[in-house]
């Protein structure tokens, strides 16, 4: 069983930046296609960004130039850096792990909201 437990949320103003983290437990983490994605109140769940076991990455356009996706091997960790955020980067920010072509494992969710 797979455990992943993202913290680093909360509530900062426009322009200002955040870093999230989620810790993995079970399995091999190095081996780990990891990836943040996102659902603000009222619309579907969406990509955020992603990052192979052997660090290539990719994101969104939305967030493409402000939001940097990394990953600690031995912490079994993985960050999202936003940087530069506006108002409709607000949304509860979730961590997953990938198994075969499926995201199959979530965290709980982090709450990002940031005010204009």
């Known amino acids: 069983q797979v455990q992943l437990v993202e913290s680093g949320g909360g509530l900062v103003q426009a322009g200002d930046s955040l870093r999230l983290s989620c810790a993995v437990d079970g399995g091999i983490f190095s081996n780990r296609y990891m990836g943040w994605f996102r659902q603000a109140p009222g619309k579907e769940r969406e990509f955020v960004a992603a990052?192979?076991?052997?660090?290539?990455?990719t994101y969104a356009d939305s967030v493409k130039g402000r939001f940097f996706i990394s990953r600690d091997n031995v912490r079994s960790t993985v960050y999202l850096q936003m940087n530069s955020l506006k108002p409709e980067d607000s949304a509860l920010y979730y961590c997953?792990?990938?198994?075969?072509?499926?995201?199959?494992?979530w965290g709980q969710g982090t709450q990002v909201t940031v005010s204009s």
């Open positions: 997953t792990a990938r198994q075969g072509t499926e995201w199959k494992y």
């Open positions: 990052i192979t076991w052997n660090r290539i990455t």
